[in-house]
């Protein structure tokens, strides 16, 4: 019997023992309390200790959380909607604030965070117009809404890593009337560059009749010149010819005008008897 009450007691001081220390890891947070009232925070990773039955310790997670919200319909400042994506990566700072401010609850730190950013984003995005956001560097408007959250994180002892915007996209309605004009303007610059090609081309195509007109011009006026010099050439062959033998030449002459004349069977020619035309037919000698 004695044997057994000394396990009992053992068991009880191994249980005892058990309840009075406690293991903080380092991807954690803890706050001890005492019969409900904070008394410690701020542990250090290791082993501590507590009083059983009075203390208690509650553990938050301390690693950077996510919190993804659902697309949000803002205003800008042309009064267009733009549904922008966004998420925030975020950790507990101030563990007693983040206690007391949403009971150490992670969704509800989420769903306050949720609001805060939309507010930010709601007064952001509020202020460009939807060229703007498109052409503006996203990295500025994160930095933006991260000194806007920050602040009013804080009084929930929570610390603001990063903002992020995923996507800002055009609702269906306005991304319609928003394509139907940028293909008119694409239609327009188009059309602008089709008339400009068009005139390039007629300036184009009136140089090259020009320098056609010019060759032709030159080739004609080259090749009447050659022209000119061959007939003056003939002319002197000719006339040194006939004058070598006047008379032989002026009856090959004649020769070649009979044959020419009276190339066809039914050919007529009527003359006087006594033309010069006949002359070698008259003159057999």
Same mark, same amino acid.
């Given at each position: ?8 007691? #053992? ?8 309840? *009075? ?8 947070? #803890?706050i ?12 250090? &990773? ?5 009083i059983?039955?009075? %203390?208690?310790?509650?553990k938050?997670?301390? =690693? ?9 319909r ?13 998420f ?22 989420? $769903? @306050?965070?949720?609001q ?10 509020g ?7 498109? *052409?503006?560097?996203?990295?500025? +408007?994160s930095?933006?809404? +991260? ?12 610390? $603001? ?6 996507? +800002?996209?055009?609702? &269906? ?12 303007? =694409?239609? @327009?610059?188009? !059309?602008?560059? =089709? !008339?400009?090609?068009?005139?390039a ?16 011009? %030159? ?15 003939? #002319?002197?062959?000719? #006339?040194?010819?006939?004058g ?5 030449? !002026?009856?090959y @002459? !004649? ?7 009276? @190339?066809g069977?039914g ?5 006087? &008897?006594?033309?010069?035309f ?8």
């Amino acid at each position: 019997m004695g044997f057994n009450k000394i396990l009992v007691i #053992a068991a009880a001081l191994i249980i005892l023992l058990s309840m *009075s220390v406690f293991t903080v890891k380092e991807t954690e947070r #803890a706050i001890k309390f005492r019969l409900g009232e904070i008394v410690e925070v701020d542990f250090k &990773p290791g082993l501590h200790t507590k009083i059983p039955f009075i %203390n208690n310790v509650k553990k938050f997670d301390a =690693r950077i959380l996510t919190m993804d919200s659902k697309a949000e319909r803002f205003l800008t400042a042309e009064k267009k909607n733009v549904m922008v994506d966004s998420f925030v990566k975020w950790r507990i700072d101030d563990v007693k604030k983040f206690y007391t401010s949403v009971a150490g609850d992670i969704n509800q730190a989420n $769903i @306050r965070l949720d609001q805060i950013v939309k507010d930010a984003s709601r007064s952001e995005f509020g202020k460009r117009e939807i060229k703007q956001l498109v *052409s503006t560097d996203r990295q500025l +408007i994160s930095q933006t809404l +991260i000194d806007s959250v920050e602040p009013v994180a804080r009084n929930y002892g929570i610390d $603001i890593i990063d903002v992020q915007v995923k996507r +800002i996209d055009l609702p &269906p309605d306005v991304s319609s009337s928003v394509y139907r004009r940028m293909e008119a303007e =694409r239609e @327009r610059v188009a !059309s602008e560059f =089709r !008339s400009q090609g068009a005139e390039a081309a007629e300036r184009v195509r009136a140089d090259a009749d020009k320098q056609r007109e010019i060759i032709l011009a %030159n080739a004609f006026r080259d090749a009447e010149i050659l022209r000119g010099q061959g007939d003056a050439k003939a #002319a002197d062959i000719y #006339a040194t010819a006939y004058g070598e033998d006047a008379e032989f030449y !002026s009856f090959y @002459r !004649s020769m070649e005008a009979y044959k020419q004349t009276f @190339r066809g069977s039914g050919d007529m020619l009527v003359l006087e &008897p006594d033309s010069d035309f006949f002359r070698y037919f008259k003159n057999q000698k």
